[in-house]
């Protein structure tokens, strides 16, 4: 196993994975309390840890909360000019100067300019990167900034990520998160999971479905769950409560957790020790026992499976991405899953998609509509619970931005994938049902939303979140 002990911050970084689901929502009846006429009877208090935030930049004249609140977009300052030099006003796209020589008011974004970014799409997947170019360079006079509504901020983030495509701006591998980016991502998350509910459904759907899962092993010493998307970690934290309230409701201690997060590449070292130590602390103050270790990919064949300790399996599109598409390496992680025997793999897609296969074209019409529902339903929360501009604001920056340009570059490696749900089939796993207690509780979430549009459906074995139609998470199951 390969250790990250260099990659550690842990002594600097301390942050609350805060729970995903309301604090009074449990995940099982076992720790139910008595009910009133307004609250359904599986509410119970949690505890609550509070935790001191990562050290900010040593500057004299640093305000902290200005700071994290900043509207400045760090990419921004590191993104070439839109227009090459070698862009001829002649050609047949238009010279953008024309229209403000002519008019005093403000560019005006219509569907005319989505089918422009489509077309960019499309050269750019035939490789006329030229004529992307041109396009692209026509529309930033329409796409300056992320303004407007959903749709057209949506669209900008896209047109983007197509720019660094191209030959002359070509896109980079990140470093490792600096402090003061990962104190930014967690606001940032932190402000998603206050607004949306893709990653309260994504968690509670999972969580629910492990401790099922692990409910049917009967009783065991220690419980093994194999995360390959840890991120923060922040979607472990109901799941250790529930472990915790279940503990206290049968007077019982709990099984002994160990939790392996597979990380992608040494670069995500940083924030997964982050993740793991504050997932150890609340863990710690829960009264229960646990044991986080990090993995890179290339060496899960060093994992220790320990012989009768239930196993569950957590899948997301990230880590298919992050092996590149190629169908060898996607199998050969599937073969490994299968070896782990696990009881239960659930696959969680908060990506809006069911999986590769499409063109660079309708991936980006698929994106520009997904990331138009995602900020419109962050929009309606905002509004109906007072939350203001600003989350909203910290939400597109720290959330949807680093999505929107990690699914375009990485089309190239997905657009000959299968979708995910043959990927799974194909690699010998069967979909499983989920209980009726879990799509209870999923409408229970939609119902307690402070605002309307979300909706719960089933649909091909996935239990799915929508948004006034547009699919925003599905979650799966599946056994050997």
């Given at each position: 196993?390969?250790?990250?002990?260099?990659?550690?911050?842990t002594?600097?970084?301390?942050?609350?994975?805060?729970?995903?689901?309301?604090?009074?929502?449990?995940?099982?009846?076992?720790?139910?309390?008595t009910?009133?006429?307004t609250?359904?009877?599986?509410?119970?208090p949690?505890?609550?840890?509070?935790?001191?935030l990562?050290a900010?930049?040593?500057?004299?004249?640093?305000?902290?909360?200005?700071?994290?609140?900043?509207?400045?977009?760090?990419?921004?300052?590191?993104?070439?000019?839109l227009i090459p030099?070698?862009?001829?006003?002649?050609?047949?796209?238009?010279?953008?100067?024309?229209d403000?020589?002519?008019?005093?008011?403000s560019?005006?974004?219509?569907?005319n300019?989505?089918?422009?970014?489509?077309?960019a799409?499309?050269?750019i997947?035939?490789?006329d990167?030229?004529?992307?170019?041109g396009?692209?360079?026509?529309?930033?006079?329409?796409?300056?900034?992320?303004?407007?509504n959903?749709?057209?901020?949506?669209?900008?983030?896209?047109?983007?990520?197509?720019?660094?495509?191209?030959?002359?701006?070509p896109?980079?591998?990140e470093?490792?998160?600096s402090?003061?980016?990962?104190?930014?991502?967690?606001?940032?998350?932190?402000a998603f999971?206050?607004?949306?509910?893709?990653?309260?459904?994504?968690?509670?759907?999972a969580?629910?479905?492990?401790?099922?899962?692990?409910?049917?092993?009967?009783a065991?010493?220690?419980?093994?769950?194999?995360?390959?998307?840890?991120?923060?970690?922040?979607?472990?934290?109901?799941?250790f409560?529930?472990?915790a309230a279940?503990?206290r409701?049968?007077?019982?201690?709990?099984?002994?957790i160990?939790?392996?997060?597979v990380?992608p590449?040494?670069s995500?070292?940083?924030?997964a020790?982050?993740?793991?130590?504050?997932?150890?602390?609340?863990?710690?103050?829960?009264g229960?026992?646990?044991?986080?270790?990090?993995?890179?990919?290339?060496?899960?064949s060093?994992l220790?499976?320990?012989?009768?300790?239930?196993v569950?399996?957590?899948?997301?599109p990230?880590?298919f991405?992050?092996?590149?598409g190629?169908?060898?390496?996607?199998?050969?992680?599937?073969?490994?899953?299968?070896r782990a025997s696990?009881?239960?793999?659930?696959?969680?897609d908060?990506?809006?998609?069911?999986?590769?296969?499409?063109?660079l074209?309708?991936?980006?019409?698929?994106?520009?509509?997904y990331?138009?529902?995602?900020?419109?339903?962050?929009?309606?929360?905002?509004?109906a619970?007072?939350?203001?501009?600003?989350?909203?604001?910290?939400?597109?920056?720290?959330?949807?931005?680093?999505?929107?340009?990690?699914?375009?570059?990485?089309?190239w490696t997905?657009?000959?994938?299968?979708?995910?749900?043959e990927?799974?089939s194909?690699?010998?796993f069967?979909s499983m049902?989920?209980?009726?207690?879990?799509?209870?509780?999923?409408?229970?979430l939609?119902?307690?939303?402070?605002?309307?549009g979300?909706?719960v459906?089933?649909?091909d074995?996935?239990?799915?979140?929508?948004?006034?139609g547009?699919?925003?998470?599905?979650?799966?199951?599946?056994?050997?």
């Amino acid at each position: 196993m390969k250790s990250f002990k260099s990659l550690t911050t842990t002594d600097q970084f301390y942050y609350e994975p805060t729970s995903v689901l309301d604090p009074n929502l449990t995940s099982s009846p076992a720790s139910a309390v008595t009910a009133t006429t307004t609250t359904p009877p599986n509410l119970h208090p949690l505890p609550h840890h509070h935790h001191l935030l990562p050290a900010p930049p040593p500057t004299d004249d640093w305000d902290p909360v200005a700071w994290l609140l900043s509207e400045r977009d760090d990419a921004d300052l590191l993104r070439p000019p839109l227009i090459p030099q070698s862009f001829d006003p002649n050609t047949q796209f238009f010279n953008p100067l024309d229209d403000l020589l002519v008019s005093n008011s403000s560019p005006s974004f219509d569907r005319n300019h989505l089918d422009l970014l489509l077309q960019a799409a499309t050269y750019i997947e035939c490789g006329d990167f030229a004529s992307a170019q041109g396009i692209l360079a026509r529309l930033n006079y329409y796409l300056q900034s992320p303004s407007g509504n959903p749709i057209q901020r949506a669209a900008f983030h896209f047109k983007e990520a197509l720019l660094s495509l191209l030959p002359h701006n070509p896109s980079v591998s990140e470093p490792p998160l600096s402090a003061a980016q990962i104190v930014r991502r967690i606001g940032a998350h932190k402000a998603f999971s206050d607004l949306s509910l893709i990653p309260q459904f994504a968690s509670f759907t999972a969580n629910q479905t492990l401790l099922e899962a692990f409910d049917a092993a009967g009783a065991a010493a220690s419980v093994h769950v194999i995360d390959f998307d840890l991120g923060l970690g922040g979607q472990w934290s109901s799941f250790f409560q529930e472990l915790a309230a279940r503990s206290r409701t049968t007077r019982r201690p709990s099984p002994a957790i160990r939790l392996t997060a597979v990380v992608p590449d040494e670069s995500g070292g940083p924030e997964a020790a982050l993740a793991a130590e504050n997932l150890r602390d609340f863990a710690r103050g829960l009264g229960l026992r646990l044991a986080v270790d990090l993995v890179l990919a290339a060496s899960l064949s060093s994992l220790r499976l320990a012989t009768g300790e239930p196993v569950a399996v957590v899948l997301s599109p990230a880590i298919f991405r992050s092996l590149g598409g190629a169908p060898e390496s996607s199998a050969a992680l599937l073969r490994f899953v299968r070896r782990a025997s696990p009881r239960a793999v659930v696959f969680v897609d908060a990506d809006g998609g069911g999986g590769g296969g499409n063109s660079l074209r309708q991936s980006i019409a698929d994106g520009v509509d997904y990331y138009a529902a995602v900020m419109e339903s962050v929009e309606a929360a905002a509004a109906a619970t007072g939350a203001g501009d600003e989350p909203v604001r910290r939400v597109e920056r720290g959330v949807a931005r680093p999505r929107v340009f990690g699914s375009v570059c990485s089309w190239w490696t997905l657009s000959n994938s299968k979708p995910w749900a043959e990927l799974l089939s194909d690699s010998g796993f069967a979909s499983m049902a989920f209980s009726e207690f879990a799509e209870s509780q999923a409408e229970w979430l939609v119902q307690r939303a402070p605002s309307e549009g979300y909706h719960v459906a089933r649909r091909d074995g996935s239990l799915v979140l929508t948004w006034r139609g547009r699919q925003l998470a599905a979650t799966s199951a599946w056994r050997c």
